[in-house]
């Protein structure tokens, strides 16, 4: 987990980045009123592994589970499938619903 302290390498700028559970916590927002949550720590899904997990976050900065990227956090990530789906939320429209 040596490169969880640092973001993974994209166009997109965290607003937010701090140290969780022997790892780090990414945060993104997008205009479109959604974010992200990029973790990689001992706990969370492929952290052990140098891995990421990414939870799509509503307007309010809560975990949401309604939108066509996911319905649950998404783990074991490689940065650039990381970037891909920062990517396609970045993209969404504000009215989306799953």
Known sequence: MSGALFPPPSHFIPVQS?????????????????????????????????L???GVL????DLTYSTPITDDVIGYLEDEEVCELLTRINALSREVTA
Not at 24 to 35: C, D, E, L, S, V
Not at 58 to 61: H, K, T, V
Request: with cysteine.
């Open 58 to 61: 509503d307007e309010l900065g």
């Open 18 to 50: 701090k140290p969780l559970h022997r790892g780090a916590q990414h945060i993104y927002k997008f205009p479109n009123g959604f974010g992200a949550s990029v973790i990689c720590t001992m706990y969370s899904r492929g952290g052990p592994n140098g």
């Open 52 to 54: 990421w997990e990414l």
